[in-house]
């Protein structure tokens, strides 16, 4: 059994000829993308629980390429990452972003996600403080990292960010409890906020293991004098264990899915924040 998989292993099937071309293909499209044109936002609500309001949304990426249809950002970003045009990618979703939240209350935040060449880069990182300060005050829009993104100089990561917070924005630590995401950063990097992943989440209800992490990451951001996001909550019974916990900010499909601006928009009217 072995010597037949490592046999298959090594046969290049069609299926791997036709991967190969859709990211061949993909390739192709985001070089030659009119990124402002292809690259939209959708909005996340995040809600806090003490508050009783939406406080803030998170701003993800959508794709809308002319070749290819609707690409999801799970393949398209790390896609742009390799490619090394994930930075273009980034200040066309902050121009968005900041177009957006100037029809938004002002107690309400956009989180953008840095990937690891924005803050990688001296330039990248110039170019989106310019945009936040271009906005004007008061800055409402934060941003999300991950362990991946810091991993390359963090040193420089650092300078980075705290233009970023001298400008007003917040900086949450994402995925946290992940292979992309650990203490030393938190240690390290001047945080806000930290997000804890929704693989953690999901099992909050089934696996005591992952309530004991929350538990401790809670405790871990009250000590820190920092807030705590929840991502990916589904269901009632996920969102009781979490308030069990101690946990206030929640984002997930059981507070809204990924919207539009105008449904965003509304949803904060249906609040009455709006
Ligand atoms: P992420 O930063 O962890 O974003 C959260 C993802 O979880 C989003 O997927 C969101 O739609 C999804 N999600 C939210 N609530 C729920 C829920 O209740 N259940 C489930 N099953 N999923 C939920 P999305 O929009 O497909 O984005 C996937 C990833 O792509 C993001 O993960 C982020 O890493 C990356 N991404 C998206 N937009 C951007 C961007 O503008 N820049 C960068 N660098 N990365 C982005
Ligand atoms: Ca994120
Ligand atoms: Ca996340
Ligand atoms: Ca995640």
């Not at 939240?101 to 330039?123: C, E, F, I, M, Y």
């Not at 693989?199 to 990451?217: G, L, M, Q, W």
Request: hydrophobic letters at 40%; proline letters at 3%; aromatic letters at 4%.
């Amino acid at each position: 059994a072995k010597h037949e998989a490592r046999g298959r292993a090594l046969v290049f099937t069609d299926r791997d000829a036709e991967n190969l071309s859709r990211v061949r293909r993909m390739e192709h499209a985001l070089l030659t993308a009119d990124l402002d044109k292809e690259i939209h936002i959708l909005l996340q609500p995040q809600f806090d629980i003490a508050l009783n309001r939406t406080t803030g949304f998170e701003v993800l990426a959508r794709w809308r390429s002319p070749i290819l249809g609707d690409v999801s950002p799970v393949e398209f970003i790390p896609l742009a990452e390799r490619m090394g045009v994930i930075s273009k990618i980034t200040q066309a979703v902050l121009r968005k972003a900041l177009s957006v939240s100037a029809r938004l209350p002002k107690t309400v935040r956009l989180s953008v996600n840095l990937s690891a060449q924005d803050l990688g880069s001296t330039t990248a990182m110039e170019a989106i403080a310019k945009l936040v300060q271009e906005a004007g005050k008061p800055c409402r829009i934060d941003f999300e990292i991950t362990e991946t993104a810091v991993m390359g100089d963090i040193a420089r990561a650092h300078e980075g960010l705290l233009a970023l917070l001298a400008l007003g924005s917040r900086i949450a630590l994402d995925d946290f409890g992940t292979g992309h995401s650990s203490l030393t950063h938190v240690q390290k990097l001047p945080l806000d906020r930290i997000k804890v992943d929704r693989s953690f989440v999901n099992e909050v209800t089934s696996d005591p293991t992952s309530r004991a992490i929350i538990k401790t990451t809670l405790d871990l951001c009250r000590n820190l004098g920092i807030s705590c996001v929840f991502e990916g909550i589904e269901t009632e019974q996920q969102l009781d264990a979490l308030l069990g916990l101690g946990g206030t900010v929640m984002q997930g499909y059981l507070f809204g899915r990924p919207m539009s601006e105008d449904k965003a928009v509304e949803h904060l009217k249906g609040e009455g924040a709006g």
